[in-house]
Nanobody, 124 residues
Framework: QLQLVESGGGLVQAGGSLRLSCAAS????????MGWFRQAPGKEREFVAA????????YYADSVKGRFTISRDNARNTVYLKMNSLKPEDTAVYYC?????????????????WGQGTQVTVSS
């Protein structure tokens, strides 16, 4: 049973940066695509970014493209989300998720395992 634990969230001013980490344990990590999703208060959870099993392919939501970067270190069983130029509308709980296969997906249904989430708050 793969377990995912996110860290790195916090409070930051608009224009600032944060790097989220998601550490995996207890199962196969390196063969799975990984994704980041977020849920703002009163809104549905939405796709943010995804990366293939090897890290060669990435995909981003239009709202974060050019500001966020997803990466992974299979030797450390960890996936990262570097967030730059943060905006108040980026405020949300951020979740990492492990895909059922190595190819990336934007649909939440393609992800088998989920972390508990980490809060990101961007003040204006």
């Amino acid at each position: 049973q793969l377990q995912l634990v996110e860290s790195g969230g916090g409070l930051v001013q608009a224009g600032g940066s944060l790097r989220l980490s998601c550490a995996a344990s207890g199962g196969t990590f390196s063969s799975r695509a990984m994704g980041w999703f977020r849920q703002a208060p009163g809104k549905e959870r939405e796709f943010v970014a995804a990366i293939t099993w090897s890290g060669a392919g990435t995909y981003y939501a239009d709202s974060v493209k050019g500001r966020f970067t997803i990466s992974r270190d299979n030797a450390r069983n960890t996936v990262y989300l570097k967030m730059n130029s943060l905006k108040p509308e980026d405020t949300a709980v951020y979740y990492c998720a492990a895909g059922a296969e190595g190819f990336l997906h934007i649909s939440q249904r393609a992800y088998d395992y989920w972390g508990q989430g980490t809060q990101v708050t961007v003040s204006s």
